[in-house]
């Protein structure tokens, strides 16, 4: 292939790779599960190989997933495609995991001199207005769930605790965490991306 083409094929990439991370944004399930195939069994492998246990990388994968959800719109294909933009959160997650643990910490320091890829561009009046009808959506859909998963998502989205300090937190037994999180974020998928279009504006 031309260098011409490879660079065509890159740019076209990663135009579909910001318009797959627009659709998560706007919470399609359906662009959600997409990004879970392309990326997860890196992400896992990164979280595998930095954290002393399996349970640790499970966790740190589930909190990338919900990481790339919150975040969607920050995603900038101009700094990197989508599997490194995902792969660095996972490798962000897992250092602060290691660091919580108070492990391995000269590891830590060699692996976190590597910035993370994400967007520093600030939002357009546009892009302000969506993202505040997008979390209406959210806490509409939030309400729909029962208390025991609201809870738990909100102490892991909005006070960005690791579901081991859930645990401990709500005094609930780590599995039963996991559960509830994955349990309310798959029901929030499909709340979300069950909303009717016409419902904005």
Same mark, same amino acid.
């Given at each position: 292939?031309?260098? /011409?083409?490879?660079?065509?094929?890159?740019?076209?990439?990663?135009?579909?790779?910001?318009?797959? *991370?627009?659709?998560?944004?706007?919470?399609?399930?359906?662009?959600?599960?997409?990004?879970?195939?392309?990326?997860?069994?890196?992400?896992?492998?990164?979280?595998?190989?930095?954290?002393?246990?399996?349970?640790?990388?499970?966790? =740190? *994968?589930?909190?990338t997933?919900?990481? =790339?959800?919150?975040?969607?719109?920050?995603?900038?294909?101009?700094?990197?495609?989508?599997? /490194?933009?995902?792969? /660095?959160?996972?490798?962000?997650?897992?250092?602060?995991?290691?660091?919580?643990?108070?492990?391995?910490?000269r590891?830590?320091?060699?692996?976190?001199?590597?910035?993370?890829?994400?967007?520093?561009?600030?939002?357009?009046?546009?892009?302000?207005?969506?993202?505040?009808?997008?979390?209406?959506?959210?806490?509409?859909?939030?309400?729909q769930?029962?208390?025991?998963?609201?809870? =738990?998502? *909100?102490?892991?989205?909005?006070?960005?605790?690791s579901?081991?300090?859930?645990?401990?937190?709500?005094?609930?037994?780590?599995?039963?965490?996991?559960?509830?999180?994955?349990?309310?974020?798959?029901?929030?998928?499909?709340?979300?991306?069950?909303?009717?279009?016409?419902?904005?504006?």
């Amino acid at each position: 292939m031309a260098p /011409t083409d490879s660079a065509a094929q890159q740019a076209s990439d990663l135009s579909a790779d910001r318009d797959l *991370l627009r659709q998560v944004a706007l919470g399609s399930a359906a662009a959600m599960r997409g990004v879970y195939a392309r990326c997860s069994a890196r992400a896992f492998a990164i979280a595998v190989r930095l954290l002393p246990t399996r349970a640790d990388a499970e966790e =740190v *994968l589930q909190e990338t997933f919900l990481d =790339v959800w919150r975040r969607a719109r920050e995603f900038d294909p101009a700094r990197g495609g989508l599997e /490194t933009w995902v792969t /660095t959160i996972a490798r962000t997650r897992a250092i602060d995991r290691l660091r919580s643990l108070g492990t391995a910490s000269r590891m830590v320091e060699g692996v976190s001199q590597q910035p993370p890829p994400v967007s520093a561009t600030p939002p357009s009046p546009d892009d302000s207005a969506s993202a505040a009808q997008d979390q209406a959506r959210v806490r509409a859909a939030m309400e729909q769930l029962p208390p025991e998963q609201r809870e =738990v998502v *909100l102490l892991a989205y909005f006070d960005g605790l690791s579901q081991s300090e859930i645990a401990q937190k709500t005094g609930q037994p780590l599995g039963t965490v996991k559960t509830r999180a994955r349990l309310a974020l798959e029901k929030l998928a499909v709340l979300l991306d069950a909303r009717p279009a016409s419902a904005s504006g």
